[in-house]
């Protein structure tokens, strides 16, 4: 067969739409970012919660319907309101009139519940002012704080080579100034009343006769309050000043431990105010009585010595009430043989 003879073949090609494939793919594509808005969501919410908080955010997932401080009740409509986490103290109300629809139980234990939930945001505006005030970050293994019978306790202690106080001596250190200044303000949203209280180890004070650890702590305790007030706490919240010395030691197994030389400030508790008042017979504002023994483990036999934190008393007429038998200008020094 020749070239001219050979056939031709022509192949015809038909295109055809392919249609439409739908918008499935943009719903799940939605979801997909809405579950990674969620899921870093919800890793920011970790980062930024304090440990108290992831705790009580555990036992709720724990226990949904029983979670201490929510309702027993999937739906309550006679409950108590309980203040909102990003609410301050300055924010929170205490209602002192009982819910006529409570039990009476319930209705008797409600202030000391709110009174509880207000002290525990105290602590965690405290917690949180130490993780983001870099004046207090350097020296945050130094603050310690716990719940006690008498309230919120705030121990700044010692550390071995960062002392709060000069050797021997109640002068401040300036790096301790700055602690309270910066922990005053906080303190004061509390419209509650502190004591404040100075300790120190057990090595005794050498140097002086007529001066020892008992005068060395309560002059210690005595210059905190000094800084607070300077800092602006207000001076009627100041309940009582008072000194250990080494009678209630923070570790007893090690009485020369660095950590025993410390200064506590407590946000006294309702009760706490009450007991003081019964003890001293006045408002705690001019209390110098010293503390109840079951609140300090301190002995029975040691009496602490106490400042007041009212304005000082002017000097009696008669020299036999001197509160100073060493000094050298006393009268009745000079009729000791």
Do not use: C
Not at 180 to 185: E, K, N, R, V
Request: charged share 25%; proline share 11%; net charge negative.
């Amino acid at each position: 067969m020749s070239a001219s003879e050979q056939p031709i073949i022509v192949k015809r090609v038909s295109r055809r739409a392919g249609g439409h494939h739908g918008g499935s793919w943009k719903i799940a594509f939605a979801d997909f970012a809405i579950a990674m808005m969620a899921f870093f969501l919800v890793m920011w919410l970790v980062t930024v919660a304090t440990p108290e908080q992831l705790k009580m955010v555990s036992q709720y997932f724990k226990d949904p319907i029983n979670f201490d401080g929510g309702s027993p009740h999937p739906i309550d409509l006679g409950g108590s309101p309980t203040p909102a986490p990003q609410r301050t103290l300055n924010e929170l109300t205490v209602d002192s009139e009982p819910r006529p629809e409570m039990p009476a139980p319930e209705a008797e234990q409600t202030p000391d519940i709110v009174e509880l939930r207000e002290l525990d945001l105290l602590l965690q505006e405290l917690q949180n002012k130490i993780e983001t005030e870099p004046v207090l970050q350097r020296f945050r293994e130094q603050i310690l704080m716990e719940f006690t019978m008498e309230g919120l306790r705030i121990q700044i202690v010692d550390a071995e080579n960062r002392p709060m106080f000069a050797s021997g001596s109640p002068d401040l250190q300036p790096y301790f100034e700055d602690i309270l200044l910066a922990l005053s303000d906080t303190i004061a949203k509390s419209p509650k009343k502190i004591s404040i209280s100075g300790h120190t180890d057990a090595m005794p004070f050498v140097g002086r006769p007529d001066y020892g650890n008992w005068e060395l702590s309560a002059q210690r305790a005595n210059a905190a309050r000094r800084t607070l007030e300077v800092a602006g706490y207000p001076k009627d919240q100041i309940a009582r000043v008072v000194g250990y010395a080494d009678s209630a030691l923070f570790d007893a197994g090690n009485p020369l431990n660095p950590i025993n030389r410390r200064i506590d400030i407590v946000v006294m508790n309702r009760r706490a105010e009450q007991d003081l008042v019964r003890q001293t017979g006045v408002p705690p504002a001019a209390a110098v009585e010293t503390p109840d023994s079951s609140s300090v483990p301190a002995p029975e036999a040691a009496q602490p010595v106490s400042a007041t934190a009212s304005q000082p008393a002017p000097p009696p007429a008669e020299p036999r009430t001197s509160r100073n038998l060493f000094e050298a200008d006393n009268p009745l020094r000079q009729l000791r043989p």
